[in-house]
């Protein structure tokens, strides 16, 4: 597998009066690649880690640098890759461009949760595996 990629056209929605992205518009598109990940490459959707098995993948942390203003009409392009899988923490690069000029780059950790747990929990071996695949493969693409 290569980097995924999602792209979004920066909407009205999006914008302050500027017409420039309102920074915290991007975080609702960046789970958007997420939730478009975990339902294209490890073939399990939000609706059913959410509606059916009544699990999660929160943002335990992150860190976040904006460098260069994104406006309205303009369409992004998403990049998000797996670096580490721990027992219970997932860590994402997510690198958002418009053409070849960088507009984000972020580093996330998203933890696994039961509904009720109230923490983390282990990852299910069947996620682990897909999860760990995707890392794998990724490491082989750069060696």
Known sequence: ????TYAQKVLFQHCDPAGIV???????????TVEEWFED?????????????EVAVPTAGLQIS??????LGEML?????PKRLGRSSLDLEITAVCGDEQRLSMTATLVF??????KS??????????IDN??????????
Request: charged content about 30%; proline content about 6%.
């Open 1 to 4: 597998m290569t980097t995924f």
């Open 22 to 32: 309102f920074y915290p518009r991007y975080f609702e598109m960046i789970n958007a």
């Open 41 to 53: 490459r490890i073939g399990f959707s939000f609706a059913q880690m959410h509606g059916v098995d």
């Open 66 to 71: 904006f460098t260069a203003p994104s406006r």
């Open 77 to 81: 392009e998403f990049r998000l890759v």
């Open 113 to 118: 949760t039961r509904r009720g747990a109230g």
């Open 121 to 130: 929990v282990p990852w299910p071996d069947d996620l682990r595996a897909k």
């Open 134 to 143: 995707e890392i794998n493969e990724m490491v082989e693409k750069d060696a």
